[in-house]
């Protein structure tokens, strides 16, 4: 079986094409590479979703001060334990 490959034939345009986002992606792909380690923070940052404001914030706010409660006994007891790093 034999291939078209005259200057403007599809299978030569595929492998230029090929060949040209290959080219294009690699340098972007490397420089997108982290160089060094990300550093582990020492804090642990919560998020909640509550009803703060609005009708539904006497429910809301009773609710953050459970958690900022509870936040500030576990770092009383010595925080979260994790991986040493």
Partial sequence: METDLTPFSPARLRACAAL??????TPWS????PTTAPKLSPTV???VIGPFTGPSAD?????LNGIKLAADEINA???VPGPAA
């Fill in 59 to 63: 429910f809301g706010i009773p609710m």
């Fill in 20 to 25: 040209f986002s290959l080219v294009l992606a």
């Fill in 77 to 79: 007891s010595g925080g």
């Fill in 45 to 47: 940052k919560i998020g």
């Fill in 30 to 33: 490397l420089a997108q590479a």
